[in-house]
């Protein structure tokens, strides 16, 4: 009898034993995994070119930051530009690619840093151009405006900087645009990127539309659109590049291991995907001029 009860002890305390390990073992478990899916540094990327066209320069982009930041990264094209600005201002995103007003607009919501920009030929500067077709008759903005009720004009995303701020502020102190709804044009309407807009003048979808000068350029070199069916009727100043901005948390190790990986990118799909020649240091202040522009248009509020 005693040695029964002795037997049924050393069981019972077995079955504890086992019992609280495995516990343990599964607690252990789940907090890897909540500790794992902490760690993913998620980048999101605007439109610049229609969704898809981009993807295996992402998924590259991706490996190097895998790499140098020594953690899971994640890049996602999202559909548009606002779609960016509004992850990066409710923390669902780490960092972001954005266009100069956009970045401007997650700046002022929610204190987002620009840390990096891209180079062209050597400088981070870009303009917006308004292309026509060749077959137009027109040689300049001036000339196609004398007519502008026979002209159906495009913008690319309605928070492109280069697609629509500037081109509408310029045809706006030209007399011809105040919006979508007030224009002396035939048609206005937004593409949505900026080579859809290339393809629909291309296309004779319609007979004006602004652009991105280095995207542009970087059409026509890769063979996407004809610059021989294409004409540049206008040009704008100079426009500080696109920047890469973090969520206004990001410690100063990151921002530096960012830097230092873009910085030594020489990938050709990546460079290509964003009409760039390579990578510079950005900050705030260089987007000064574009948060006067928006503060012009009531974009944003000082």
């Given amino acids: 009898m005693k040695k029964w009860l002795i037997a049924a002890f050393i069981l019972s305390i077995g079955l504890i034993l086992t019992a609280c390990g495995g516990g343990n073992e599964q607690s252990g478990q789940e907090e890897s995994g909540e500790e794992q899916s902490g760690e993913a540094f998620t980048i999101g990327v605007i439109p610049a070119q229609t969704e898809g066209s981009m993807d295996n320069a992402m998924n590259k982009l991706q490996s190097i ?48 840093k620009a840390i990096i920009t891209q180079l062209i030929d050597g400088e981070p500067f870009y ?106 009727i206008w040009k704008s100043d100079k426009i500080f590049q696109y920047p890469w901005a973090v969520h206004k948390d990001t410690d100063q190790e990151t921002i530096n291991k960012l830097q230092e990986a873009f910085l030594g990118i020489e990938d050709q799909e990546i460079l290509d995907a964003f009409g760039a020649t390579g990578f510079t240091k950005a900050s705030n202040e260089d987007y000064e001029n574009i948060r006067q522009a928006a503060l012009k248009q009531g974009i944003i509020k000082d």
């Fill in 65 to 112: 930051l895998n790499e140098k930041l020594n953690r899971e990264v994640k890049v996602e094209v999202y559909p548009d530009y606002n779609g960016v600005v509004e992850a990066l201002n409710y923390d669902k995103i780490n960092m972001a690619y954005l266009g100069p007003l956009t970045y401007v607009i997650a700046h002022q919501k929610s204190g987002a």
């Fill in 127 to 232: 303009h917006s151009y308004i292309i026509t077709h060749s077959d137009q008759p027109w040689n300049s903005l001036d000339e196609m405006l004398q007519k502008p009720e026979e002209v159906a004009f495009a913008f690319g995303d309605p928070n492109s900087t280069s697609g629509t701020l500037i081109p509408s502020i310029e045809l706006e102190e030209r007399g011809s645009y105040q919006s979508n709804e007030n224009h002396k044009f035939k048609s206005v309407r937004y593409t949505g990127s900026h080579d859809a807009s290339a393809l629909a003048v291309q296309n004779k979808q319609v007979d004006a539309a602004a652009i991105d000068s280095a995207i542009f350029n970087q059409l026509v070199e890769s063979g996407k659109i004809d610059k021989e069916q294409l004409r540049v």
